[in-house]
């Protein structure tokens, strides 16, 4: 039977000083990506008054929207009583022409 070689130990790169440096440059990467509680506020304190901005301009238009639809319906009824005289007239204007002898074309 053959003896099992001893395992190696893994070796570690450099001394301990490197090996902190190097993590110390990666903590500082992560905290120059993080953002401050000053940032934090001021990016909370735009996105409010950006949303403010939106409801009030959603609310000028649903104002708008409300005063086409006001005007519609008041045309559309215009419209109706409008198409209902001219009915009439053109019905007294077919009686008359009967009792005259006229004949109408169109």
């Known amino acids: ?3 099992a070689a001893p395992k190696k ?3 570690v790169p450099g001394t301990v000083s490197t090996q902190l440096r190097a993590i110390d440059a990666k903590l500082d990467r992560v905290i120059d990506t993080m953002v401050t509680q ?3 506020n001021l ?3 735009e996105v409010s008054e950006r949303f403010e901005r ?3 301009n959603i609310e000028q238009l649903t104002i708008a929207v ?4 006001k005007s519609v319906e008041s045309l559309m009824l215009e419209y109706a009583v409008i198409r209902t005289q001219l ?3 053109d019905r007294w204007f077919k009686e008359i022409a009967k009792k005259v002898g006229i004949e109408l074309k169109p």
Do not use: G, Q
């Open 38 to 40: 000053h940032e934090f």
């Open 9 to 11: 130990k893994k070796s």
């Open 66 to 69: 409300d005063k086409l639809t």
């Open 54 to 56: 939106i409801e009030r």
């Open 87 to 89: 009915e009439r007239y």
């Open 1 to 3: 039977m053959k003896k």
């Open 43 to 45: 990016f909370k304190k």
